[in-house]
């Protein structure tokens, strides 16, 4: 007998995941627009100008050029596992949105750990960084790799220190939750030391400049993605923006007021801050130079750290204190 339910039910579901990704999709295209933009005005320069208005097109042209180019294996590679790291990445980059909420009632599915859930899975893509420059049967690549895995397993724990200021005063893991918290005060004026912590790790999470070493060009060539092509390598692309999109909608929901604002759609402007925060995070590539991997590192453990423990500590005395 066919269940009626579980199959609206499974509809509904892929309904949902194809509005996402069509939202992501998007909203990539457009940042890689954007970034050239901005990139250029910083720099002087015009940018993209041919291929449509302002080259507003020319994300869809690269996108065509990617679709057409040829896949190349290296006779060198681990094919499957050359094969699986650009999907592992692009996966884990696109989860989390499942619980982002984008306005009080636009969210997939609000979790009582959402959060939680979204540092869980986004924190899969370095086991396929790992595998791309594992895979690739090219030490330089490998080298990348490994230079991603310690590099995002070193911001991680200063990011998830930041976030749990913001958990004890909430008390809750729902985003949604932690947004309708933000009713009077934003958490940014109460916590600004831990938004700029967050900040300053999810560029590093993100593989941003100036901490995008994995792609150290005078080192690397190209870092993790080297021997990559076609839509192998848009799917990197694809991904890293997706995960921009993802840290900078964290930032927004727990500092920022979430969807929370006058006049304006919640959406619209939960889409702003979110748009904000990446316009900052294109705005600190073209004005800062890379840091050194030793220096990425002892900024990581040596000062971030340090500070995300200390912002938890006077967090916790000030509760106590209020009690």
Do not use: Y
């Given at each position: 007998?066919?269940?009626?339910?579980?199959?609206?039910?499974?509809?509904?579901?892929?309904?949902?995941?194809?509005?996402?990704?069509?939202?992501?999709?998007?909203?990539?295209?457009?940042?890689?627009?954007?970034?050239?933009?901005?990139?250029?005005?910083?720099?002087?320069?015009?940018?993209?100008?041919?291929?449509?208005?302002?080259?507003?097109?020319?994300?869809?042209?690269?996108?065509?050029?990617?679709?057409?180019?040829?896949?190349?294996?290296?006779?060198?590679?681990?094919?499957?596992?050359?094969?699986?790291?650009?999907?592992?990445?692009?996966?884990?980059?696109?989860?989390?949105?499942?619980?982002?909420?984008?306005?009080?009632?636009?969210?997939?599915?609000?979790?009582?750990?959402g959060l939680l859930y979204i540092l869980a899975v986004s924190s899969l893509g370095v086991i396929g960084i790992f595998m791309a420059g594992w895979g690739s049967g090219n030490k330089y690549s490998l080298l990348g790799g490994m230079r991603t895995a310690a590099q995002i397993i070193s911001y991680e724990i200063p990011l998830v220190l930041s976030i749990l200021p913001v958990v004890m005063m909430t008390g809750t893991l729902s985003m949604n939750g932690i947004v309708q918290a933000q009713g009077r005060v934003w958490f940014v004026f109460y916590q600004p030391l831990a938004f700029l912590i967050y900040f300053i790790a999810a560029i590093a999470e993100v593989n941003r400049a100036p901490f995008d070493i994995a792609e150290a060009e005078s080192e690397l060539v190209a870092g993790f993605h080297t021997e990559y092509s076609g839509m192998k390598f848009a799917m990197f692309f694809l991904a890293e923006y997706a995960n921009m999109v993802v840290v900078s909608a964290i930032a927004a929901a727990l500092f920022l007021g979430g969807w929370q604002g006058p006049f304006l759609p919640g959406a619209v402007w939960f889409l702003i801050k979110i748009y904000f925060l990446i316009f900052v995070m294109m705005w600190a590539r073209w004005t800062f130079p890379r840091l050194r991997v030793d220096q990425l590192m002892d900024f990581a453990w040596k000062f971030l750290m340090p500070l995300a423990f200390l912002n938890i500590l006077v967090t916790a005395l000030v509760m106590v204190i209020r009690k």
């Open positions: 007998m066919i269940d009626i339910p579980f199959i609206l039910n499974f509809l509904w579901m892929c309904a949902q995941a194809a509005g996402l990704l069509a939202f992501v999709s998007v909203s990539v295209m457009f940042l890689i627009w954007l970034e050239r933009k901005v990139s250029a005005h910083i720099q002087s320069r015009l940018g993209p100008m041919i291929v449509g208005w302002h080259g507003c097109l020319q994300s869809i042209a690269d996108a065509i050029k990617l679709l057409l180019k040829e896949n190349i294996v290296c006779k060198e590679a681990d094919k499957l596992t050359f094969w699986l790291a650009p999907l592992v990445v692009f996966v884990a980059s696109f989860l989390p949105f499942v619980a982002v909420p984008f306005s009080k009632k636009l969210i997939v599915q609000d979790l009582n750990l």
